[in-house]
């Protein structure tokens, strides 16, 4: 199996993780942005817009429960993971995920979207965690509310792209320099240019080619000075 990209520690693979996570190594961080599960489309962006496109595998979280099973075979004893669901998604995601808690990333006033009229601005979004055995978290013990302010047109190389800021904090948390991170639905590479700028080797696996090249890119420089906070 050829990578799409490999440097630094930092592997990229072009395809479906349900044909790739099995001949993979051992990790000892599972990160990841899956799908939610909700047939997400941006509503604010022009349709002309190459970002306006569909995230694939969304039509419901199926395609995330085939995958999980076997990224949790290769994660480590006593080791941390991640996923990011959708707050309409809960009862779904939880039995997909069975997390040891739901944390809350908040995107402060920038994050609102939904009824403009009618209903409250959704300005955050869950995030399960949980782990394999058992690891005390590295650092002091944080809060499961996490503030970092955001939305997609502060970073628009993928329509539901997430801050490096934030993943930068959950490799902290739950890593040490030089160990392997995973996440098998890579989008844009934020999880794998956060792995990079802390210490850690990975591996990401990502479906549509043009989000391998995006993340490619990304991981080449050295210093992308709109991800990192002062």
Known sequence: MKPYYEADGITIYHGDSREILSSLPSVDLVLTDPPYGISYETAWRSRSDSL???????????????????????????????AFASPRMLVEAWRVFTPKQILCW?????????????????????????????????????????????????????????????????????????????????????????????????IGIELREEYCEVAANRLSQQVLGLEFSP
């Open 52 to 82: 306006r496109t569909k995230i694939a595998n969304d039509e419901s979280l199926d395609v995330v429960a085939q995958v999980w099973p076997v990224a949790m075979s290769l994660l480590r004893e006593d080791r941390h993971w991640y």
């Open 106 to 202: 908040d995107k402060g006033d920038r994050g609102t979207v939904g009824d403009l009229s009618a209903g409250f601005g959704e300005a955050w979004e869950a995030v399960m965690y949980g782990m394999k055995g058992r690891r005390n978290l590295f650092g002091p013990r944080p809060r499961n509310v996490v503030r970092i302010d955001w939305s997609g047109a502060m970073d628009p190389v993928h329509p539901t792209v997430k801050p490096v800021d934030l993943l930068r904090k959950m490799v902290g948390w739950s890593s040490q320099p030089g160990e392997m991170v995973l996440d098998p639905f890579m989008g844009s590479g934020t999880t794998l240019r956060a792995a990079k700028d802390m210490g850690r080797k990975a």
